[in-house]
Nanobody, 122 residues
Framework: QVQLIDSGGGVVPAGGSLRLSCEAS????????MAWFRQGPGKEREFVAL???????YYADSVKGRFTISRDNAKNTVYLLMNSLKPEDTAVYYC????????????????WGQGTQVTVSS
């Protein structure tokens, strides 16, 4: 059974930092791309960051230069380090996994974490 467990959310002031974690089980971790999505209040779920199988990373324009995605294959874990947080970053953040190449849309992902709430105060 494939499971993704994401964690690390919380409440932080604007300009602060937070690191999210997602531990995967039940899959061959190195064969899967790992990504982070988020869904703010009243908004659709949107792509945030992607970690590919050869160290390639991709970011949404809204977080580029502030967020960093990384993975530890030995621990089957992907991270999202969020710096210089803004109130508009407030959302539920979800990790996701897929074997597809260049996947940036929600329908391209097979497995999802339960979500972790990130709230950035003004």
């Amino acid at each position: 059974q494939v499971q993704l467990i994401d964690s690390g959310g919380g409440v932080v002031p604007a300009g602060g930092s937070l690191r999210l974690s997602c531990e995967a089980s039940g899959l061959s971790f190195t064969r899967y791309a790992m990504a982070w999505f988020r869904q703010g209040p009243g908004k659709e779920r949107e792509f945030v960051a992607l970690s590919g199988s050869e160290g390639r990373t991709y970011y949404a324009d809204s977080v580029k230069g502030r967020f960093t995605i990384s993975r530890d294959n030995a621990k089957n874990t992907v991270y999202l380090l969020m710096n210089s947080l803004k109130p508009e970053d407030t959302a539920v953040y979800y990790c996701a996994s897929t074997q597809r190449w260049g996947a940036f849309a929600t329908y391209m992902y097979d497995y999802w974490g339960q979500g972790t709430q990130v709230t950035v105060s003004s």
